[in-house]
């Protein structure tokens, strides 16, 4: 490595990113590997393709240079899938520890201890069938049903 260029090591998971003024270009480097700037970008976590694009942007490459304000970014945000699949990640992983929450009662605390009691045999439902229709009539103010006589609609034709 050149003494005129301090290269920092790149944190895990970083790459560094170079520019091109063209939207698809290519660059073979001095060892005679060739890449292409996509979408205008080239990323890269090799210290030598660093070190070489860097020299060359220092001596004014016409073709491609580095943005002072991005030098580094996330090899992760590269890949919008990536993206995609640790949002939805995270949205499962809210969804697991709200399932699994104790404090989330779902009605499960108050429940009754033993059997449930209710009605015990079919006399005590027929007895309160019978009062209860007992009830309903007498709340209406008739006994027995009631019927409609049908009527006849003329239509003129």
């Known amino acids: 490595m050149s003494e005129d260029i301090k290269q920092e090591p790149l944190a895990k998971g970083m790459v ?13 480097f001095a060892k005679g590997k060739s890449v292409h700037f ?5 990323t890269t976590s090799n210290p030598e393709e660093i070190e070489e694009l860097e ?7 016409p073709n491609f240079y580095m943005d002072d304000n991005v030098k580094v970014i996330e090899a992760a945000s590269l890949d919008p899938m990536h993206q995609l699949r640790e949002q939805i990640r995270k949205e499962e992983i809210e969804k ?10 779902m009605g499960t605390t108050e429940q009754p201890q033993g059997a449930l009691k209710g009605i ?4 005590n439902i027929s007895g309160l069938a019978a009062a209860s229709e007992a009830q309903s009539a007498a709340a209406k103010g008739f006994a027995g049903p009631i019927s ?10």
Do not use: W
């Not at 996509?38 to 080239?42: M, S, V």
């Not at 020299?55 to 490459?61: I, R, V």
């Not at 709200?98 to 009662?105: F, G, I, K, S, V």
């Not at 015990?120 to 006399?123: E, R």
């Open 120 to 123: 015990a045999t079919t006399a």
């Open 55 to 61: 020299k060359e942007c220092l001596a004014g490459h």
């Open 38 to 42: 996509q979408q205008g970008r080239y």
């Open 16 to 28: 560094r990113i170079f520019f091109s003024r063209a939207e698809i270009m290519g660059y073979v």
């Open 96 to 105: 697991i520890r709200a399932a699994t929450n104790p404090l989330r009662d």
């Open 148 to 157: 409609v006589a049908p009527t006849a609609v003329a239509k003129k034709i």
